[in-house]
């Protein structure tokens, strides 16, 4: 294959640049690890890993997934997952069903790596901005349904201008606030409504409905709070839609999302959608805020001991910030940071990292002897998604065997 210049932003991207992609991501992986084949992975055991690794434990992935589908399917509504979390066409595939085949996608080149993979209901969830119209215009030509988010009336006319020039209508959901404060519309003000009448009146943009994210419920310390919050994420937007409906505007979408309402929602009545993420893997942050228990973590961090420092009551390991990230976790809740849990002991604080160095201390004295230099841990980070994607491959293990590997996708 002759290999193409890489995609300019601006540029719609084509089936080279595509293919493009996929081989210099393999050949990054086969420079970095080797060519292994499927029979060879399968025959591995975890201890056999080259660490830092990140482990993906089909199980607890499978029953995390299984559980979101069934509470999605009690209460009524469609579960749209976003798949920033894994970014894997594996992952995605055990989410989707035959009556909810939507996901959502943070990058646009998520959506086009998706699109390759077979999946033709894709959502946008990040405002589009007029230098990306080119690449939303041909996923929206490639897809059955490809929907953006527009929270300005500045864009709004962006779109109707590029759409008008280039023969394309978009469908368009409206980003609303629900209290998170990170972007969206006031539900309460008049602009919001005059928002919508500008997308509904043009012909070059389809309304399809609203969104919104509780990303405010990761301040909750408890499962009562987090209730409070999706209370909140519900009632806001399903009042809007009313206003919207009072206006003479229909509502085909009332989307909402995050992955701790999604877990503790009362109910979701007036609601179409959820969008949850991180459900897939869980993760510290997610058990400290009570969304689950720790041990249901479907991502870790295998690393190894290399130094015990008893002077310092501190073991040294080779997972750093280039393989754990360095979110501090719900800080909020207890103030001393850590940066993961080490998985079975949780006398350990995982209390200091740089590039590539972690270190443990604990405040009863370590004993060196149960943690040998060379031996292995596993570490649940504080922020899965962020871990992830630090990681060009995912060992998939079961027990103590890894039994596949799956390379997500990376960039913008």
Same mark, same amino acid.
């Given at each position: 294959?002759?290999?193409?210049?890489? #995609?300019?932003?601006?540029?719609?991207?084509?089936?080279?640049?595509?293919?493009?992609?996929?081989?210099? #991501?393999?050949?990054?992986? &086969?420079?970095?690890?080797?060519?292994?084949?499927?029979?060879?992975?399968?025959?591995?055991?975890? $201890? &056999?890993?080259?660490?830092? $690794?990140?482990?993906?434990?089909?199980?607890?992935?499978?029953?995390?997934?299984?559980?979101?589908?069934?509470?999605?399917? +009690?209460?009524?509504?469609?579960?749209?997952?976003?798949?920033?979390?894994?970014?894997?066409? +594996?992952?995605?595939?055990?989410?989707?069903?035959?009556?909810?085949?939507?996901?959502?996608?943070? !990058?646009? $080149?998520?959506?086009?790596?998706?699109?390759?993979?077979?999946?033709?209901?894709? =959502?946008?969830?990040?405002?589009? =901005?007029?230098?990306?119209?080119? %690449?939303?215009?041909?996923?929206?030509?490639?897809?059955?349904?490809?929907? /953006?988010?527009?929270?300005?009336?500045? =864009?709004?006319?962006?779109?109707? =201008? @590029?759409?008008?020039?280039?023969?394309?209508?978009?469908?368009?959901?409206?980003?609303?606030?629900?209290?998170?404060?990170?972007?969206?519309?006031?539900?309460?003000?008049?602009?919001?409504?005059?928002?919508?009448?500008?997308?509904?009146?043009?012909?070059?943009?389809?309304?399809?409905?609203?969104? !919104?994210?509780?990303?405010?419920? @990761?301040?909750?310390?408890?499962?009562?709070?987090?209730?409070?919050?999706?209370?909140? %994420?519900?009632? *806001?937007?399903?009042?809007?839609?009313?206003?919207?409906?009072?206006?003479?505007?229909?509502?085909?979408?009332?989307?909402?999302?995050?992955?701790?309402?999604?877990?503790?929602?009362?109910? #979701?009545?007036?609601? !179409? &959608?959820?969008?949850?993420?991180? @459900?897939?893997?869980?993760?510290?942050?997610?058990?400290?805020?009570?969304?689950?228990?720790?041990?249901? $973590?479907?991502?870790?961090?295998?690393?190894?001991?290399?130094?015990?420092?008893?002077?310092?009551?501190?073991?040294?390991?080779?997972?750093?910030?280039?393989?754990?990230?360095?979110?501090?976790?719900?800080?909020?809740?207890?103030?001393?940071? *850590?940066?993961?849990?080490?998985?079975?002991?949780?006398?350990?604080?995982?209390?200091?990292?740089?590039?590539?160095?972690?270190?443990?201390?604990?405040?009863?004295? /370590?004993?060196?002897?149960?943690?040998?230099?060379?031996?292995?841990?596993?570490?649940?980070?504080?922020?899965?998604?962020?871990?992830?994607?630090?990681?060009?491959?995912?060992?998939?293990?079961?027990?103590?065997?890894?039994?596949?590997? #799956?390379?997500?996708?990376?960039?913008?």
């Amino acid at each position: 294959m002759e290999l193409k210049k890489p #995609w300019i932003p601006g540029q719609a991207r084509n089936d080279d640049t595509q293919a493009f992609v996929v081989l210099y #991501w393999q050949r990054r992986h &086969e420079s970095r690890n080797g060519n292994r084949n499927r029979k060879e992975i399968a025959s591995m055991k975890i $201890a &056999e890993l080259k660490t830092p $690794a990140f482990l993906v434990d089909l199980p607890k992935l499978k029953t995390n997934i299984r559980r979101m589908q069934e509470r999605a399917v +009690e209460q009524g509504v469609r579960l749209r997952p976003h798949v920033k979390t894994h970014k894997t066409a +594996e992952i995605a595939r055990l989410q989707v069903s035959d009556k909810a085949s939507g996901i959502t996608v943070s !990058t646009l $080149a998520e959506a086009h790596f998706f699109q390759k993979a077979g999946f033709d209901d894709i =959502t946008y969830a990040f405002p589009i =901005t007029p230098n990306k119209l080119d %690449e939303a215009a041909d996923l929206t030509r490639r897809l059955a349904h490809f929907h /953006i988010l527009i929270d300005q009336l500045a =864009t709004a006319r962006a779109v109707e =201008t @590029y759409g008008r020039d280039n023969h394309v209508c978009f469908s368009v959901l409206l980003k609303v606030d629900c209290g998170y404060h990170r972007a969206g519309v006031d539900p309460a003000s008049p602009e919001s409504i005059q928002l919508v009448d500008e997308i509904q009146s043009s012909r070059h943009m389809r309304f399809s409905g609203i969104l !919104t994210h509780a990303g405010h419920s @990761y301040r909750c310390r408890n499962r009562k709070e987090v209730m409070a919050v999706a209370r909140q %994420e519900r009632d *806001v937007m399903v009042a809007f839609a009313a206003r919207l409906k009072q206006s003479g505007i229909g509502c085909e979408t009332v989307s909402v999302g995050s992955t701790p309402t999604a877990v503790h929602a009362p109910g #979701w009545r007036g609601v !179409t &959608e959820i969008r949850p993420g991180n @459900y897939a893997f869980f993760d510290k942050f997610q058990a400290d805020i009570g969304s689950c228990r720790l041990g249901e $973590a479907a991502a870790t961090v295998l690393t190894t001991v290399a130094a015990h420092y008893p002077q310092h009551n501190q073991l040294l390991i080779d997972a750093g910030a280039l393989a754990l990230s360095k979110d501090p976790g719900a800080v909020h809740i207890d103030d001393r940071v *850590v940066y993961g849990a080490v998985r079975g002991h949780p006398g350990l604080r995982l209390f200091s990292i740089s590039q590539e160095h972690g270190l443990i201390n604990s405040e009863a004295p /370590i004993a060196f002897n149960d943690f040998p230099v060379g031996s292995l841990m596993q570490i649940i980070p504080n922020h899965s998604c962020l871990t992830a994607a630090l990681f060009d491959r995912y060992h998939v293990v079961e027990e103590n065997r890894v039994i596949n590997e #799956w390379r997500p996708m990376r960039g913008w």
